[in-house]
């Protein structure tokens, strides 16, 4: 399974951005897959996941309606839509996936891509 991230940039603090993770290969529709962020001296931290089926998701409680995360099996991409942007949301944003079932620890995703930074800034 590989991973691209993409869609990251600039924006300023109330914005919206969207980011995508599209998947190759054949398990990566059965996988469950997250999104992480990781600021610069910070362990990377858990944002949002979405399971295989798309059916069930989860968020961190510091983006907790403000982003939702859904995915298009057919097309194998999984979208992340940041809206109310703030200086604190300012990281390098990073997909991931692997079959786990705990969508929130980041030690359970196996297949990872390269990350994208979203800088929220005045």
């Known amino acids: 399974v590989q991973l691209q991230a993409s869609g990251g940039g600039f924006v300023q603090p109330g914005g919206s951005l969207t980011l995508h993770c599209q998947g190759s290969?054949?398990?990566?529709?059965?996988?469950?897959v997250g999104w992480f962020r990781q600021v610069p001296e910070k362990e990377r931290e858990f944002v949002a996941a979405i399971s295989w089926s798309g059916k069930s998701t989860y968020y961190a409680n510091s983006v907790q309606g403000r982003f939702t995360i859904s995915r298009d099996i057919a097309k194998n991409t999984v979208t992340l839509y940041m809206n109310r942007l703030t200086p604190e949301d300012t990281a390098v944003y990073y997909c991931a996936a692997d079959g786990t079932t705990y969508y929130r620890d980041i030690r359970k995703y196996a297949f990872w891509g390269q990350g994208t930074q979203v800088t929220v800034s005045s």
């Open positions: 290969g054949r398990q990566f529709s059965n996988y469950a």
